[in-house]
């Protein structure tokens, strides 16, 4: 079992009126509404954000660091997301950004997009191998690796076993930095500039290894404001601590926008969707063997890929568009000139998975395999008396949902308004009856 | 000793719902904890059982049958039945109309691939009446 109590969406109490919104939107069925107030279920949130995108009151809160943090450590790395590229308008160069996060106190640039270009290497020699299961799925979105946790266990095996650029462009930068200056490693903090919460979860509770390297996320809504002006000051051909920072390929920075991943591994038969719900249905048809030509799947939570996070501040077609544009731009180096093989090797370990994924029985009814087919059986009677409105106004999802919450112990049948509205007039009925018996 | 039957009815050519019994029969199986690498092989015979009676019946049914000791498949069907089912059986071979081909389907590995997924099967066909399949997966212990 995971550890639990990791995630980073909280509630906000003061600010959740308990509507429905959330509960209907959550993709796997992670929210009840009790006591007027929206609760998670820890196992079986995955991080996506829907609910922080969909919340009226702004009552759903990604946690994340803030910007103080970095003061943690002596020096303080910064690793950009490739998202952060598309937040600006008129970049005037890919090094405007790191020359920006060096005046706003970090020591070092890192861009994740060169995570990306080294993940993206590692990535294309496991499809060399013809062995490898197909399809291979991507392992860059944390969330959609907890949803095949929970919901498609028997498609981890296929999970690429190398790790997300973030993590090694931190293993990377630390590396690099450290071996420049001969300091120690523990006065380096790696800091992911992140659009989305399941990258924290990813740092406190890593998934394919034991340990992140990454010491913390800050959103880029957090840093924006800040980050913004200091791109107004910006004059190109300001090359001030320009060799304090590390840049990625045009195919790297691609890896913001859903298919970049894709087409920087060249993979000839790949697939790329993007979108929770998206995400789900290709996952079913893979789990149905309906795509067999299939090579590669690279999934992600959020609608276009990363530029459209849920602590992102720019709307996602048009950061979508700039990095389109900004990538169209920079000079056309494949991968495998961007990265040797020697390059990979030398990160040793910190390129791939250490440990195999765990499935997360979140779903299960019971252990017991008899008990689960008698809890099976009770929530099929309990789901007969429901209306099968899916309301939501009993703070379960759906009258599946709700049946299963009262078998399962957590819930009464009287939550379902229409079956109160029932009782009431049954009770109303029974009262007349006695008062016409009783009448003298 | 609880034992689950559950029946979809499944109509010819509506391509709107295929599927959607696969869907709901998977998922009940992993809210009961049944091994994944079992769910994943019923999985894809179910499917296949599914579009071969959108595809190929009149109409027809899927029904599940669930024990402690395994989960039982069958498909039950109106329609034209199979005259040579060693042929049918054999990868490749596939009677599907270029429409259907056309949406991806039908490339004739359906009945080879239930019966390789599934840990016993059987086949009974009657030409102008319909087609009963019976699918028995074992669950591990």
């Known amino acids: ?440 | 000793m609880s034992i689950i039957r559950e029946e979809y009815p499944v109509e010819a050519m509506d391509f709107v719902t295929a599927g959607e019994a696969s869907a709901q029969i998977k998922r009940m199986l992993k809210k009961l904890g049944v091994d994944p690498g079992v769910i994943r092989r019923l999985a894809i015979a179910c499917y296949e059982a599914e579009i071969n009676l959108v595809i190929h019946s009149d109409g027809g049914k899927l029904t599940l049958e669930l024990n402690p000791d395994n989960v039982t498949l069958k498909s039950d069907d109106v329609g034209p039945g199979i005259p040579d089912i060693d042929l049918a059986m054999s990868e490749g071979y596939s009677t599907a109309s270029d429409d259907v081909r056309m949406m991806g389907f039908g490339a004739g590995m359906g009945l080879a691939n239930m019966a390789r997924n599934a840990d016993h099967f059987r086949i009974d066909s009657k030409v102008g009446e319909g087609t009963s399949i019976e699918m028995i997966f074992d669950i591990k212990k």
């Open chain 1, 1 to 440: 079992m995971a550890a639990v109590n990791l995630h980073s969406v909280k509630l906000d109490k003061g600010k959740c009126v308990g509507c429905t919104g959330c509960l209907k939107r959550c993709p796997t069925e992670a929210i009840r509404i009790r006591k007027g107030r929206a609760t998670i279920i820890d196992e079986l949130c995955i991080d996506c954000g829907e609910c922080i995108r969909v919340c009226q009151q702004h009552a759903k809160i990604a946690v994340t660091d803030p910007l103080s943090a970095i003061n943690r450590f002596k020096y303080k790395i910064a690793l950009p997301a490739p998202a952060l590229f598309g937040q600006f308008k008129k970049l005037k160069d890919v090094n405007s950004i790191a020359r920006g996060l060096l005046r706003m106190g970090f020591s070092y640039v890192f861009d994740v997009s060169r995570g990306a270009d080294i993940a993206s290497r590692a990535i294309m020699e496991k499809l060399k191998n013809p062995n490898c299961p197909r399809p291979l799925i991507s392992s860059a979105c944390p969330a959609v690796l907890r949803l095949i946790q929970i919901r498609f266990p028997e498609l981890l095996d296929n999970v690429v076993d190398v790790r997300s650029p973030m993590e090694i462009a931190a293993s990377a930068a630390r590396k690099e930095f450290c071996e420049k200056n001969n300091v120690p490693s523990e006065d380096v903090g790696c800091f992911f500039i992140t659009p989305c919460a399941a990258k924290a979860t990813a740092i406190r509770n890593p998934i394919g290894h034991t340990k992140s390297a990454v010491d913390g996320a800050i959103s880029i809504i957090e840093i924006y404001g800040l980050l913004s002006s200091q791109l107004r000051r910006d004059k190109t051909g300001d090359e001030d601590g320009f060799d304090r920072t590390h840049s990625g390929s045009a195919l790297g920075i691609g890896w913001a926008r859903s298919g970049g991943e894709s087409l920087a591994i060249e993979a000839d038969e790949a697939l790329a969707v993007d979108g929770i719900e998206n995400v789900s249905k290709v996952l079913e048809e893979i789990e149905n063997d309906r795509l067999p030509d299939l090579k590669y799947f690279e999934g992600l939570a959020c609608d276009g890929g990363c530029v459209g996070g849920p602590i992102v501040f720019e709307n996602v077609y048009i950061a979508r568009n700039r990095i389109r544009k900004l990538v169209v731009d920079l000079p056309k180096e494949k991968i495998s000139d961007a990265v040797t093989l020697e390059e990979v090797k030398a990160l040793g370990n910190d390129v791939c998975f250490d440990k195999p994924i765990d499935p997360i029985e979140a779903m299960k009814l019971d252990q017991d395999f008899k008990e689960a087919l008698k809890k099976m059986d009770q929530i099929e009677e309990v789901r007969k008396k429901l209306p099968g409105l899916d309301c939501g106004s009993c703070g379960s999802p759906t009258c599946q949902a709700l049946a299963e919450d009262i078998v399962r112990g957590f819930a009464r049948e009287l939550d379902c308004l229409f079956l109160l509205k029932q009782k009431v007039a049954d009770m109303a009925k029974q009262m007349v009856e006695v008062s016409e018996l009783t009448r003298e």
